[in-house]
């Protein structure tokens, strides 16, 4: 047997191993996880118009995302408010690891690439909000690489977003003199939040593309459109 036809032979192997048969019928490994081994409802696909909102009363809001190159989209809607829970993260408040972003979102596009989008909904952000919001950037991307793996989904991009009505890093009661202070080498709060780029750190300081998203406020509460790169 020629090397070249062990390496086709090899490769309908590892393709067939990825299909499953439950219940009489043939599912691929991603779909069996999502259907079979999570819990009902925890993740979905849905169109290239998804409509996300926060219900609490205090920061009700909607918005709409448009994915125009997307062919496929897993969201996971209300991230917050499911069991994401890892208790080999340090549960210390300062390291802001048990709290996640209101949504995640998996977009496959049309040049075969993965992007991460991690969505945040603030009625104001100011400097301690930003703070507490980096946070759950950094906790729920790396829930998001633990879930794309389960699914063996490659994550090529990761962009950020916040939604928002108000600034306050200027204005609110929450610019307390500490919180004011910025760290040797860390970027001013509202310069960061103003740049379009977020740093995270992970021991070393990774940057992010962020996308600030001004709401606009009706009777219903806050609505907003925002379409993803």
């Known amino acids: 047997m020629d090397l070249q036809y062990q390496h086709l032979i090899m490769h ?22 999502i259907s079979e081994l999570m819990q009902n409802n925890f993740i979905e696909e849905t169109e290239q118009k998804v409509l996300l909102e926060e219900t609490e009363e205090s920061g009700k809001s909607l918005l709409i995302v ?15 408010k499911k069991h994401t829970d890892m208790y080999f ?4 408040q300062k390291y802001s690891m048990m709290k996640r972003v209101d ?7 049309e040049d075969d690439t993965w992007n991460l989008h991690l969505i945040e909904m603030k009625s104001s952000v100011g400097v301690q909000k930003w703070i507490e919001v980096k946070g759950k950037f950094r906790a729920s991307y790396l829930v998001s690489q633990a879930i794309a793996a389960m699914l063996e989904i490659p994550l090529d991009h990761t962009y950020l977003y916040t939604t928002y009505e108000k600034e306050c890093f200027d204005t609110c009661s929450e610019t307390m003199p500490v919180e004011r202070r910025v760290r040797t080498g860390n970027i001013p709060p509202k310069r960061e939040w103003e740049s379009g780029r977020v740093e995270l750190n992970f021991g070393e300081k990774i940057p992010f593309d962020h996308e600030k998203v001004q709401m606009t406020r009706s009777t219903d509460g806050l609505k907003g459109n925002v379409q993803m790169k």
């Open 89 to 92: 993260f340090k549960a210390d």
């Open 66 to 80: 448009q994915l125009p190159n997307a062919q496929k989209i897993f969201c996971i809607k209300n991230v917050d």
């Open 12 to 33: 309908w192997m590892i393709s067939w191993e990825k299909l499953i048969w439950y219940r009489g019928i043939q599912m691929n490994k991603r779909t069996f996880v």
């Open 103 to 109: 949504h995640i979102i998996l977009e496959h596009t």
